[in-house]
């Protein structure tokens, strides 16, 4: 919680960028193209690379969430990113997360919907260990083997089938990557088109854009202005508010060209491609428009009001959880504990971690 405000981040991924976890030569180009997004820090959070990229412990991600920063809540998402040996997030790391704090993570399942039978048996699988897993991450790529391979929202034969299972399943929201390409490959599959006629073949299931502000934002305020089951995560957008917060005014004036659309934009930080504290300090404490931008285009300024919606109210009802009940049932687990013990004050970045007084 910062100033009196709870916050879900609704993207935390314990990541193995270890090279004994690589798969193929893909993943080589995909630490590359995280590595650059993840330079974009202020001063004194930022790892060296030999430091950064590293096997993420569960133990790790929790600390730099609730210890090292304001997060109440977290989403854990079980990457299925073939390109490495586990995924890149492996589904365990989730298992772990779930089991052994229940009420302080949420669970993201991930499959590849290009390995057809394969992909709903392991959704399967997944949601069985998970507990019923909230929801599920997809990526428009598919690392398997050598070849670059990819797929769209509204392919009949590829993705409604996993969207089928999903509902079948109890899921209720499908994040997907989108806007940041992952590497040298064809933009058309990060754009946004595709996911109009999902979100109308399938009313049922929330939407999540996953990096949604960093491109194509017309086209994403629109969706978001007529489909009420699409969300935006600002995953890495957050980022610019550290570096570039004029970017993120300007984003996020062009997502609520609709100002109803402030009432589906969620919390994201990406952690451990970033570390979260100092984007949701300049968000809570420093982020405003100008009255030029409120009055001339007609904008709702962020209140405190509205920067609870962003960081908690929003996902409640994208995902149907009792958030509050959650925040009442932590507040005596032991990161509350530790907390306390330390008067309130958080954890120096990265402190509680195995790259402690690393960070530059």
């Known amino acids: 919680m910062i100033d009196d405000l709870p916050v879900v981040d609704a993207v935390v991924h314990a ?12 993943a080589d180009i995909l630490l590359n193209v995280t590595a650059e997004v993840g330079m974009a820090s202020p001063v004194g959070y930022r790892l060296p690379r030999d430091a950064w990229a590293s096997n993420w412990k569960m133990d790790e991600i929790a600390s730099v969430s609730f210890l090292e920063s304001y997060a109440d809540l977290a989403v854990h998402h079980h990457l299925p990113i073939r390109a490495f040996k586990d995924g890149s997030c492996s589904l365990e790391k989730t298992a772990e997360a779930i089991k052994r704090w229940p009420d302080r993570f949420i669970a993201y399942a991930g499959v590849d919907p290009m390995e057809g ?27 398997v083997g050598e070849e670059f391979r990819a797929w769209f929202m509204d392919d009949p034969e590829i993705a409604y089938p996993c969207f089928q299972k999903a509902e079948e399943l109890g899921i209720k929201v499908v994040a997907i990557h989108k806007a940041v390409p992952l590497g040298p490959v064809p933009m058309e599959h990060y754009k946004m088109d595709d996911i109009d006629r999902a979100a109308i073949e399938f009313p049922n299931l929330n939407f999540e854009v996953v990096h949604g502000g960093m491109a194509f ?25 550290t570096v570039k917060p004029a970017a993120f005014a300007q984003a996020m004036a062009i997502l609520l060209a609709e100002p109803k659309s402030i009432d589906r934009i969620v919390w994201g930080t990406g952690a451990m491609a970033f570390h979260p504290r100092p984007h949701v300090e300049a968000f809570v404490r420093d982020f405003a428009f100008d009255e030029g931008m409120v009055d001339g285009l007609g904008l709702p300024q962020f209140t405190p009001e509205n920067k609870r919606k962003v960081l908690w109210d929003n996902f409640a009802r994208m995902s149907g959880l009792d958030l509050d009940g959650r925040l009442e049932r932590i507040q005596d687990d032991e990161f509350a504990a530790a907390l306390r013990e330390n008067d309130g004050r958080l954890a120096e970045p990265y402190s509680t971690t195995q790259v402690a007084g690393r960070a530059e």
């Open 117 to 143: 039978k394969r992909a709903l048996e392991d959704m399967e699988r997944q949601v069985e260990l998970l507990g019923n897993p909230v929801g599920l991450k997809l990526y428009p790529n598919s690392w």
């Open 15 to 26: 990541y193995n960028w270890d090279r004994d976890n690589f798969a193929n030569a893909h």
């Open 217 to 241: 934002l017309e086209e994403t305020a629109w969706q978001l202005a007529r489909f009420e089951n699409v969300y935006v995560n600002l995953e890495i957008t957050t980022s610019l508010l």
